[in-house]
């Protein structure tokens, strides 16, 4: 199955991102009650509603932004941005003591995949091979499930070894994995799949959707002609 290049690396950092967060997940509640000062399954409860509460209070938001904007370089911005983010939260467990210091760990974790989530659909979405989209979709589901299931068994092995440090400082390196396979896209998306030219400090200066490079305005000019 031939897969555009865009589309593959979209796959692989979900892979390592999602498969690193298998390491963490479901360890995550025994963590909190056993090594957390004042840990119980209440702290759970708020720290998981935390993170669900502030994603998607954050998340259509930050994907109507994006949809104001032309073009892949806003989106890869909030892409990698968020994915780094989340990628340094598992380091921070390692340090957290208190059950604030996971709620605000949470927090910022959620805040990362908002970002982050909002960017790689709307980049995949985009880049997708046409009459593969049920089939490409369904890949990249499929290989996250079976990277997350094996990491879920090896995060067990992990803790009962070696301690909860050793699964976050793996889950943390997959993050960093996956950052790294998605800044390797930064020449791709120089120039966007709907042909028009912009980058970073254009999204910071407002460039909008309907505005035309003038390269692009030259040449329907001359198709015209």
Avoid: C
Wanted: glycine fraction near 10%; avoid cysteine; charged fraction near 15%.
């Amino acid at each position: 199955m031939r897969i555009n290049k865009i589309v593959k690396y979209l796959i692989l950092s979900d892979i390592a991102f999602f498969t690193g967060w298998g390491l963490i997940t479901p360890i995550f509640p025994i963590f909190i009650v056993d090594k957390i000062i004042g840990g119980t399954a209440l702290v759970v409860g708020i720290a998981s509603a935390i993170y669900w509460i502030t994603k998607a209070s954050l998340e259509f938001p930050i994907g109507t932004l994006l949809d104001k904007y032309a073009g892949d370089k806003d989106d890869y911005l909030f892409l990698i941005t968020g994915f780094f983010i989340a990628s340094t939260v598992p380091f921070g467990y390692i340090f957290a003591i208190y059950p604030h210091h996971i709620y605000l760990l949470q927090f910022f974790y959620a805040t990362g995949m908002a970002m982050a989530i909002a960017g790689w659909r709307a980049i995949f979405t985009r880049n997708i091979d046409k009459g593969k989209e049920a089939s490409e979709w369904s890949l990249d589901n499929s290989l996250l499930s079976f990277g997350t299931g094996i990491a879920g068994v090896v995060s067990g092995y992990m803790v009962f070894n070696f301690g909860f440090t050793s699964s976050f400082i793996f889950a943390g390196i997959f993050g960093l994995i996956s950052v790294l396979i998605i800044f390797s896209l930064r020449k791709e998306m120089q120039v966007s799949a709907r042909g028009v030219h912009a980058n970073i400090m254009d999204f910071f200066n407002g460039r909008k959707k309907k505005q035309v490079h003038p390269n692009i305005k030259d040449i329907i000019s001359n198709d015209k002609r």
